[in-house]
């Protein structure tokens, strides 16, 4: 199959095109503003499947939106005319075809010129009125308020909330990706006369703002969203698509003494935390118990032993562990426990605690294995 992508290095086109790659589509004619018109012709005579995404958005001059939303797809419809190609046809219209402005109207326009062009020729067309699309590769300033925010929050920089209780419907890139391919396969989602994006999202424009600026901070805190929430998972995603390229990376504390270093990772609510231990050669570290708390550990490197006694026993309970062989140990409660660095080299474990650290409640006894 030959598939026609108009607009093929915008935020909708680009994402598309690398799925329909991966999902195995070859032959995908990628047109855009500065693929010479020539092609345009190529295309439109041999292409089985047309995707038209291009648009105009935030044009410099108003009558732009008609020569944009409206006169390239009379010129497309044309060519497709001339070669008596009755390939299917895709087109992204907005939801603001419903209103009276500019924008809106230049969609309406284009909607309409498409449904009779399908009344005419018999070629199936799908329509999708799309609501704010939100998601990687998007451009700040341009496609959406959420990559304005994005790109602006991750760099310190000041958004404009002008009402925090409007509300926004959204879609995200790749649930509208996997139904304009779904379209593709002839399973598009219908309703009427128009097509849709099944996965939606109502979020209040503040609620937004607060979640993003609470990923902000999260690398601070070092704690995780909580991702069993899709819309928080979508939308940390898309923040994390905008993060500036020198600031991928932040630092850690570690507390560092002469038996190794002991470095908090990640700390959830409902979760608990995640740790890294490094323990030098010889050294013996723990020698405590919990009534509640309880941990695993994953050896990730050296060699050591994990050593166990319940408190009211003399058995002493002893696991040998090492990053040839990985394996989980359950520390349960009740049980005093240390860990003990055998090898040459640092001993690194990874540790996983049901709860967050309390200095005030700490839940841990010393007590000699």
């Given amino acids: 199959m030959k598939i026609l992508v108009t607009g093929a290095k915008g935020f909708i086109g680009k994402n598309l095109v690398v799925e329909l790659k991966n999902r195995g589509y070859e032959e995908i004619f990628e047109y855009d503003k500065d693929t010479g018109k020539d092609l345009l012709e190529k295309y439109a005579r041999e292409c089985n499947f047309v995707y038209h995404l291009a648009g105009v958005n935030r044009p410099k001059n108003e009558k732009e939106f008609m020569e944009g939303n409206f006169g390239f797809i009379s010129e497309l419809l044309n060519l497709l005319k001339k070669y008596n190609n009755k390939s299917p046809i895709l087109m992204t219209s907005s939801i603001q075809a419903e209103r009276d402005n500019p924008y809106g109207k230049s969609k309406k326009a284009g909607e309409d010129l498409l449904f009779n062009y399908s009344a005419e020729t018999g070629a199936k067309v799908l329509i999708y009125r799309l609501p704010n699309v939100f998601g990687k590769w998007s451009r700040p300033n341009y496609n959406s308020a959420i990559a304005t925010f994005c790109y ?3 760099r310190d ?5 002008n009402d925090p209780n409007v509300v926004l419907t959204l879609v995200y890139i790749d649930d509208v990706v996997n139904e304009f391919i779904n379209a593709l396969e002839s399973r598009e989602t219908k309703r009427g006369k128009f097509c849709e994006v099944p996965v939606k999202y109502t979020k209040k424009l503040g609620e937004i703002v607060d ?3 609470s990923f902000k901070k999260s690398r601070e ?6 991702m069993s929430d899709e819309f928080t998972k979508k939308l940390y995603s898309t923040y994390l698509s905008f993060l500036p390229e020198n600031k991928f990376s932040y630092e850690l504390k570690m507390n560092i003494d002469h038996r190794g270093s002991f470095t908090e990772f990640i700390r ?3 979760r608990g935390q995640i740790s890294v231990n490094i323990i030098k050669p010889g050294v013996v570290k723990g020698n405590h118990w919990h009534h509640t708390k309880n941990e695993k550990f994953l050896v990730v ?3 050591g032993v994990i050593r166990l006694r319940k408190i009211n ?3 002493v309970i002893k696991y040998y562990v090492s990053g040839d062989k990985l394996e989980v140990i359950d520390i349960p409660p009740g049980y005093t426990h240390n860990i003990e660095n055998i090898g040459s080299t640092d001993l690194v474990t990874i540790i996983w605690a049901n ?3 309390d200095p005030e409640k700490p839940d841990t006894y010393y007590l000699e294995v």
Wanted: charged share 30%; aromatic share 6%.
């Fill in 221 to 226: 805190e070092k704690n995780i969203p909580d």
């Fill in 211 to 213: 979640l993003l600026y």
């Fill in 301 to 303: 490197s050296g060699k």
């Fill in 355 to 357: 709860e967050l650290f």
């Fill in 157 to 161: 920089l000041p958004i404009k909330v």
């Fill in 268 to 270: 959830t609510i409902d």
């Fill in 152 to 154: 602006n929050i991750s």
């Fill in 313 to 315: 026993s003399d058995k």
